[in-house]
T-cell receptor
Framework: DAKTTQPDSMESTEGETVHLPCSHA???????IYWYRQVPLQGPEYVTH???QNTTNSMAFLAIASDRKSSTLILPHVSLRDAAVYHC?????????????FGKGTSLTVIP | DMKVTQMPRYLIKRMGENVLLECGQDMSHETMYWYRQDPGLGLQLIYISYDVDSNSEGDIPKGYRVSRKKREHFSLILDSAKTNQTSVYFC???????????????FGPGTRLLVL
């Protein structure tokens, strides 16, 4: 069973800031929240990850609720290249064996 | 840029033929993976390799074997391919990063295999 819940789809206009929500009510203390994205005919691409504190990198800002039961991936000033399926998954780093369950994710459509 | 390559990108084989999928990475990552992705099933782990000649089965190893003779290359072999092995196959390598919690996987572009 998937441990995260995401909306099936979202739509935005170029230049806007997009907030992609993810619910993970049963998250364990040692599980990190990872975000990957995937476009058709390409492999998944790492976006960001975090444990408890909000994180930011060149691609996105990850806001994590204080109780860690939800998180939001924030994409500032989206472009057409940001159109993809975004997957929120829970992982424990450095265990070597990692099985990704991507599920359906959120399909982000960006309108010119 | 960190890069994982896969060859071929598209492949059509007949049932019973042997299949060789190649993966390469230029980042000297020790750990590499082979996954398959099917609609509605997400990514399923086939095999994991912790380094040269150090391979372990994932969740669905049946019908597959792997070979890793050099750190930068990881091959997936299907001996006598079956129609239910039609799928998209992804290779990935793992970067442990400089901090204990900096663990990311870098994926190749995938190989689309059709077994007739």
């Amino acid at each position: 069973d998937a441990k995260t819940t995401q909306p099936d789809s979202m739509e935005s206009t170029e230049g806007e800031t997009v907030h992609l929500p993810c619910s993970h009510a049963t998250i364990s203390g040692n599980e990190y929240i990872y975000w990957y994205r995937q476009v058709p005919l390409q492999g998944p691409e790492y976006v960001t990850h975090g444990l408890q504190q909000n994180t930011t990198n060149s691609m996105a800002f990850l806001a994590i609720a204080s109780d860690r039961k939800s998180s939001t991936l924030i994409l500032p000033h989206v472009s057409l290249r940001d159109a993809a399926v975004y997957h929120c998954i829970l992982r424990v780093p450095l265990t070597g064996y990692q099985n990704f369950y991507f599920g359906k994710g959120t399909s982000l459509t960006v309108i010119p | 840029d960190m890069k994982v390559t896969q060859m071929p990108r598209y492949l059509i084989k007949r049932m019973g033929e042997n299949v060789l999928l190649e993966c390469g990475q230029d980042m000297s990552h020790e750990t590499m993976y082979w996954y398959r992705q099917d609609p509605g099933l997400g990514l399923q782990l086939i095999y994991i390799s912790y380094d040269v000649d150090s391979n372990s089965e994932g969740d669905i190893p049946k019908g597959y074997r792997v070979s890793r003779k050099k750190r930068e290359h990881f091959s997936l072999i299907l001996d006598s391919a079956k129609t239910n092995q039609t799928s998209v196959y992804f290779c990935a390598s793992r970067s442990p990063g400089t901090n204990f919690n900096q663990d990311t996987q870098y994926f190749g572009p995938g190989t689309r295999l059709l077994v007739l």
